[in-house]
């Protein structure tokens, strides 16, 4: 198992950039919001929770896409458009009938984390959706294209939109 001292998660995360977020949560007890506070310093960057419903309207005009939702029981994916959503009664609501739809509780949205990492021999670019206990609500993957290298039109819309929301000191 992994230590929970901070300085340990950074140095483990420095050597082990593509480690699986979940997987290093449970080795050293510590919440996913840590363990990507923890990743080198030029490969995440943090933006505040409020900016929920606008990256959400930004992402839903980037295309193709992977959402994935990770938990110890599932690992969830869809690979569509994520649709555009509104806020009502209490939820962001994804505005789609058939697909990827349903209802977010965009108020525990905490932070939003725009990631780019190694992961499996490949650069990888997300934003994970935090919530208020520390958890990824939702991550969302830069698509691919056919040479699955990452799409260039969506990488430069996801720092963009990281700029807008988490800008760099």
């Keep these: 198992m992994l230590s929970t001292d901070l300085a340990e998660l950074k140095a483990y995360m420095a050597e082990n950039p593509g480690a699986v977020i ?3 949560t449970r080795q050293c007890r510590a919440t996913p919001r ?3 506070e923890a990743m080198p310093g030029e490969m995440r960057r943090l933006g505040p929770g409020r900016e929920f419903a606008s990256a959400m309207q930004d992402i839903a005009e980037w ?4 959402l994935i939702v990770h938990t110890d029981d599932a690992i969830f994916e869809f690979t569509g458009a994520i649709p555009a959503g509104e806020i009502g009664r209490g939820f962001f609501n994804l505005m789609q009938p058939k697909g990827l739809h349903g ?3 965009h108020e525990r949205c905490a932070g939003i984390a725009f990631v780019e990492r190694p992961f499996m021999g490949k650069t990888s670019a997300f934003a994970a959706f ?3 206990d520390g958890g ?3 991550k969302v993957f830069v698509g691919r294209d056919e040479a699955r290298a990452l799409r260039s039109d969506q990488l430069a819309r996801f720092r963009a939109l990281a700029d807008r929301i988490a800008p760099t000191a």
């Design 22 to 24: 979940e997987d290093v």
């Design 34 to 36: 840590a363990v990507i």
């Design 63 to 66: 295309g193709e896409v992977t």
């Design 103 to 105: 209802h977010l509780r």
């Design 130 to 132: 935090l919530n208020v």
């Design 136 to 138: 990824i609500m939702f």
